[in-house]
């Protein structure tokens, strides 16, 4: 007994001087090396104070990422999580352009692959590598101009049943309080209606499968990723326990929680009910091949599927039916929250600024059928929408609201080797002979984070002009040849990435918004009801003001222009 408590003993000693010693490492040792401590950057204002609350807080990331400019440059040092966490905030675009560029040195790091591949799997949000590279290939062709114009009715027909809807909340709100009512109109939560709406398309156009979220939430499959997304996102607090469970995911399955519970229940459901879709989707194309025929589902799923067999297809490169069920998953929760968040912020914008809404109600009623919309057939409904797509002032509006408040405030990445990173201008190195060294590079170590502004680059006031932080529609119309040099996917704006990684569905999301800006519009007037405020949680999200426990919600006053007379 003795020999054994002995053992014990021994143990843990080596285990506390283990502990220790790799702690002495990473607080003493490692600043003293890592070429990161080299850089310029804030201070911190105690041994476990960090900066990532500054640059997160989209409340207050504008001023702070102005403030690092002015004062350290584009390339600027942060503390991140840990005292030792030194990580790398760049607003260069050489800097950011190389670290995009090259998706296989710079990966997400493993805390947001466990946290996103928990909720959706391994699909393109958390593969990487390979496998990235596999499933990116098989879903291109999912993607193409051909496809996305199949999936224009799609979300016309989603718009107008939006519309219906909120005419008949509208006509109902007999117990309404006054307070409620305005102008004809009533109070709703458009971030709630929006994002049923896009859950809607995305179900359709995803897998062909009817959620009808707009008239009835009760659906299984709806309420599964409802709740996963709810829990598992929108209710994160950033608390002691979300850290500690990011960190060391067994801790969830030893203590669950309602979010390990939530999160399992909504697994179920999806596995068996999107699982069996798959299948039915597999059968028909395969009953299609046997009489020489082509399947002809238009939805993103059947042409996954199609292109995952395609002859030209190597088998090593194909991918599973897991994979393409993760992937479903992944074009679900992206293709419906982000899409969802800008057509809120784009209607919240056109309520607080009137004189850009009716300007752009005017140019959208200039293209507008005379015969109800409802009675159009499916080739005048894409008619309709290659008149839309092309207006120029929707096409700013559009532009400015995805710079003015992206979905994604911003996003990290890890470097998995030594990198030499070039700049735009050169970057004072201090040495550790305390003089200073300009330098037009400089190593990125092994281990250490980028944190990607993407916000800061959309509002960058030394590129974007001194009106940056503006929402200014007309600014696209003559822009600071300074934009030319951002990085970016679409219109040298951050908001859909750029390199390997940027965002598929750009073609999707834009057709969305478009289509249902268009609809709502040309039946709505919208004004300002409760103060909202903006909070990054993994996306940025609309909160009534000094009410954020109620959570993400944007209330408006949403008005029927036919019962407003003072409408043109």
């Known amino acids: 007994m003795y020999g054994v408590l002995l053992l014990v003993t021994s143990f843990l000693a080596a285990a506390i001087a283990a502990v220790g010693a790799y702690l002495f490492y990473l607080i003493v040792l490692w600043p003293r090396w890592n070429p990161l401590c080299r850089l310029p950057g804030p201070p911190t204002r105690s041994f476990f104070g960090n900066h990532l609350a500054a640059v997160l807080d989209p409340s207050r990331s504008p001023r702070v990422h102005e403030k690092f400019v002015k004062e350290y440059g584009r390339n600027v040092r942060i503390r991140g999580l840990f005292p030792w966490e030194e990580r790398l905030i760049t607003l260069d675009p050489i800097t950011l352009t190389h670290i995009l560029k090259h998706s296989t040195i710079y990966e997400k790091p493993w805390q947001s692959r466990t946290l996103i591949s928990g909720m959706i799997g391994v699909g393109m949000l958390a593969a990487e590598g390979q496998m990235h590279k596999r499933q990116r290939r098989v879903a291109t062709p999912a993607f193409s101009i051909q496809n996305m114009r199949a999936l224009i009715p799609v979300t016309f027909q989603t718009g107008l049943a939006l519309r219906d809807r909120w005419m008949a909340l509208i006509s109902d709100a007999q117990d309404v309080p006054e307070s409620e009512k305005s102008g004809g109109g009533r109070k709703l939560d458009v971030c709630h209606w929006v994002s049923r709406a896009t859950f809607d398309v995305i179900g359709l156009a995803g897998f062909d499968y009817h959620f009808n979220a707009i008239h009835d939430g009760s659906n299984e499959l709806f309420m599964a990723y409802k709740d996963m997304f709810e829990i598992a996102i929108s209710q994160q607090k950033g608390s002691l326990w979300d850290i500690a469970v990011l960190y060391f995911p067994a801790l969830d399955g030893l203590w669950p929680g ?211 932080w503006a929402f200014n529609p007309d600014r696209w119309d003559n822009l600071p040849e300074a934009v030319k040099s951002q990085p970016g996917l679409y219109n040298n704006i951050l908001t859909f990435s750029a390199g390997p990684r940027s965002c598929i569905g750009l073609k999707f999301s834009i057709i969305e918004i478009k289509m249902f800006v268009f609809i709502l519009l040309t039946n709505f007037k919208f004004a300002l009801a409760d103060p909202v405020g903006k909070a990054n949680v993994v996306l940025t999200r609309p909160y009534v003001v000094d009410r954020h426990k109620e959570g993400s919600q944007c209330p408006l006053f949403v008005i029927p222009l036919m019962k407003d007379a003072s409408a043109p």
């Open 258 to 468: 309602d979010r390990y519970r939530v999160v399992a229940k909504s697994h179920e459901v999806i596995n068996r009910v999107a699982g069996r879709l798959i299948q039915e989707k597999k059968t028909k194309i395969a009953e299609a091949e046997k009489i020489g025929s082509v399947y002809g589902g238009k939805d993103l799923l059947s042409a996954l599927l199609k292109s995952n067999i395609a002859v030209d297809l190597p088998p090593d490169q194909r991918i599973s039916d897991e994979d393409i069920l993760n992937n479903i998953n992944t074009f679900l929760f992206a293709g419906s929250d982000t899409s969802s968040l800008t057509v809120t912020w784009l209607i919240y914008l056109l309520a607080k600024y009137p004189e850009v809404q009716e300007r752009l109600r005017t140019e959208l009623r200039s293209v507008a059928p005379t015969v109800p919309l409802e009675s159009l057939t499916q080739d005048e409904i894409a008619s309709v929408y290659a008149l839309v797509a092309e207006l120029p002032y929707l096409e700013n509006v559009v532009k400015e609201t995805l710079r003015l408040i992206p979905p994604v405030h911003s996003s990290i990445r890890v470097a998995t080797q030594d990198d030499v990173v070039p700049t735009s201008v050169p970057v004072p190195l201090r040495g550790r002979d305390g003089k200073v060294e300009m330098v037009d590079s400089f190593v990125m170590p092994k281990g250490a984070c980028v944190h990607v502004p993407i916000e800061a680059f959309n509002l960058d006031r030394e590129v974007w002009g001194t009106d940056g």
